[in-house]
């Protein structure tokens, strides 16, 4: 087995590491890190933990998936993507639930890992990404209305309604000096790297707005004053105690947290690709991902991905390698041990500015907006999506999302699929010009009996087939002698495909009428051979021309000898198997 597509990218990179590389990534970390600084602490609160959980998710996770993972200039840790899910396993069974689900989302990143599955998560729809990203961007945005305005009320209701409904009853008592607070802090962000880009805007909007509320004593609410005082090292490992029935509840919200983590990691490191020129490997960055998410909750962490933003400012830092990714979670340690102690000043309003300027950004609304130009189906799956993300649960969204895309696909493929009645052409020779049937031409097409019509199928042979052949049959009318299916352009075929053919003989066989295979496939004759449904026909059924097909057909109409086929092979289509 070939282990090369398993390997961290890490081990291969470091093989020709130089010192100018170290220099490079060593500056592009210590940037990453402090950009992550206020995102760390924002994503936490917004997920319904503390704040110091975003920051130890950030180090211990981001170091792993920099180490493990299958690119070089990721960036790993808490993101906005699972800011709904993980609120959502908090408030139903607490942190030690989320620990669990966290950890299982891990082992099945792992097992997606090993089993090569990295490169079909490309295969995730457009539109379902679309719909729960900018789902999840709506929900970010409303949950920080009450740090960014200063109402003062209690923990704002998981439902969007009800959230909306209590923030509208609690807008008289604003807090004006919130306002002026996140208002300065998206100011900053805006307009500060048009002048000064070498300090990441967020970490410089947040440092100013905790300076300016503890010069001016200004009255907003900051992390100290909730959320008490920020440790200053990592907590000890730790595992809650496990109960079945928890684990039992925890599965779906698990894969959820997996596929979740499985799709922004591997977007961000095509983005990455985009940049560099490198090239990921989706399969290692899975395992990556997994370790982290497994070990990142015994040191009191939450869900980790690739994140996009970060990975991209790591690039433009000049990042050559992971140890980037390295140093960013080192820098971030060394921030929670030297200077822990003061983020429990920053105001609670600048980081709800912050994450109101993530929101904008992940909501991807051109890509929104785009595809409400798209084929109806796609706006269905978005819109559904986006609305069951926002209103129901991003759990239901995603796997209800797959399964409307997979339906909706599974119809245009059906659609794909065609059935031609060709009697006619095929008795005036006045077939469109395929190769096969030239040859034929050449060599003699034997005449096409009374009582015999011909059929051409097109396209893959699945979900909605028997439709096309009921339709087929109904435009014949009567009941011919002999039915000869001509599959030549049958790709694929599927047990629906199967079973479909297998009704079709059966019918045929009831009404007295012969069913003739001609020029299938051998890849789908063996897939009737291991299905054991060739005896359904009859193995003299199965004819490796168009010409031995209608030979048969004569013999079955009592028109004609049997004879060699006329492309001088043998007429019967499963011997050639």
Not at 284 to 302: D, H, K, R, T, Y
Not at 339 to 355: C, F, Y
């Amino acid at each position: 087995m070939n282990l090369s597509d398993l390997l961290p990218k890490s081990f291969v990179v470091l093989r020709t590491y130089t010192r100018s590389d170290f220099l490079r990534d060593l500056s592009a970390g210590v940037v990453v890190g402090i950009v992550a600084l206020p995102l760390a602490l924002a994503f936490a609160i917004a997920s319904g933990v503390p704040p110091e959980r975003g920051l130890y998710t950030a180090i211990i996770a981001g170091f792993i998936i920099s180490a493990f993972g299958g690119s070089r200039v990721q960036i790993g840790g808490p993101t906005g993507a699972f800011v709904v899910i993980v609120y959502g396993i908090v408030v139903k069974y607490g942190y030690e639930g989320l620990v669990i689900a966290t950890m299982l989302a891990g082992v099945i990143l792992v097992a997606l890992g090993l089993g090569r599955m990295g490169s079909l998560i490309k295969f995730i729809p457009h539109p379902v990404v679309t719909g729960f990203t900018s789902g999840i961007a709506v929900i970010i945005f409303s949950s920080q209305m009450k740090d960014l305005l200063g109402l003062r009320m209690g923990a704002l209701p998981p439902e969007f309604i009800e959230k909306w409904s209590a923030i509208g009853a609690h807008l008289g008592t604003v807090n004006a000096s919130a306002i002026a607070v996140a208002a300065g802090t998206l100011g900053i962000i805006v307009f500060w790297p048009k002048s000064w880009r070498q300090v990441p805007a967020p970490f410089a909007a947040m440092l100013f707005a905790t300076i300016a509320v503890r010069m001016l004593a200004l009255p907003v609410e900051t992390i100290g004053s909730r959320f008490g005082a920020v440790p200053s090292s990592l907590p000890a490992p730790g595992l809650p105690p496990l109960h079945l029935d928890t684990l039992r509840s925890l599965i779906s919200p698990a894969f959820t947290i997996a596929l979740l983590a499985a799709i922004e990691s591997l977007l961000s490191a095509v983005v990455a690709d985009s940049m560099t020129g490198d090239r990921h490997n989706s399969n290692a960055e899975l395992i990556g991902q997994g370790v982290a998410n497994i070990l990142s909750p015994i040191f009191g962490g939450i869900p980790a991905t690739g994140a996009r933003t970060r990975t991209a400012t790591n690039i433009k830092a000049g990042a050559r390698t992971p140890v980037a990714g390295m140093i960013h979670a080192l820098t971030l340690l060394l921030i929670l041990i030297f200077a822990g102690k003061w983020a429990a000043m920053v105001p609670l309003a600048a980081l709800a500015a912050i994450l109101v300027v993530v929101a904008y950004h992940m909501s991807e609304w051109r890509s929104f907006a785009a595809l409400m130009r798209a084929p109806r189906g796609d706006v269905v799956v978005v819109l559904l999506t986006f609305t069951l993300t926002v209103l129901v649960d991003l759990t239901v969204a995603v796997e209800v999302g797959i399964i409307v895309a997979a339906l909706l696909f599974l119809r245009r493929m059906t659609d794909v699929t065609t059935m031609t009645l060709i009697t006619d052409e095929v008795r005036a020779l006045d077939d469109p010009g395929e190769l096969s049937l030239m040859r034929e031409r050449r060599n003699g097409l034997p005449k096409v009996p009374a009582g015999v019509e011909i059929v051409e199928a097109t396209g893959p042979f699945f979900f909605g087939v028997a439709e096309k052949i009921q339709e087929v049959l109904t435009d014949i009318g009567g009941t011919p002698r002999v039915f000869i299916l001509r599959m030549r352009h049958v790709p694929s075929l599927d047990a629906t495909g199967m079973q479909a053919l297998a009704a079709l003989a059966k019918r045929c066989r009831a009404q007295g009428t012969t069913l003739i295979l001609a020029e299938v496939r051998r890849a789908l004759l063996r897939k009737l051979i291991r299905a054991k449904k060739v005896d359904v026909f009859g193995r003299k059924n199965f004819k490796g021309t168009l010409g031995s097909a209608i030979e048969r057909a004569q013999v079955v109409v009592g028109e004609g000898a049997a004879r060699p086929s006329v492309d001088g092979g043998t007429a019967d289509a499963t011997d050639r198997s």
